[in-house]
């Protein structure tokens, strides 16, 4: 991920992510618009520091459903978090913003109860067979 995309992942204006992350606005504005490129290990920093406040997941963690039956994990996909998971040798992805809504939506789709949707009408479209 880029400065650009974990901003707009924050809702946040460049100076606000810059005073969210004690930064220069400056920095924010010039890796942005490419004029210089940050540090990869700052950007690692920055992934954390998201995680950590819940505006990102963790990529390399294994989650599980609500009955800890299915193990579950993230990938940045096309711009969003997709919840991948195996099912009956299937495996599936399911846009998800967060473990809490994968758990519930991978457990209504092994129990046949139904898939919840987001507020996003694209949503709809949440599962894709791989």
Known sequence: MNIYELRKITNKTQKEFAEYLDIPFANIRNWE????????????MIERIMIYDRY???????YYSWDNKVP??????????????????????????????????????????????DDKVDDLKFLSQL
């Not at 618009?33 to 690692?44: A, C, G, S, V, W």
């Not at 993230?74 to 399911?94: D, H, L, Q, S, V």
């Open 33 to 44: 618009q490419e004029f210089r490129n940050p540090p990869e290990y700052l950007i690692r």
């Open 56 to 62: 990102l997941v963790d990529t390399q963690k294994k």
């Open 72 to 117: 579950f994990s993230f990938i940045w996909k096309n711009g969003r978090y997709m919840a991948t998971f195996e099912y009956m040798n299937k495996k599936y992805e399911i846009p998800s913003p967060g473990y809490c809504f994968a758990k519930r939506d991978i457990d209504s789709f092994i129990t046949g109860t139904g898939f919840y949707v």
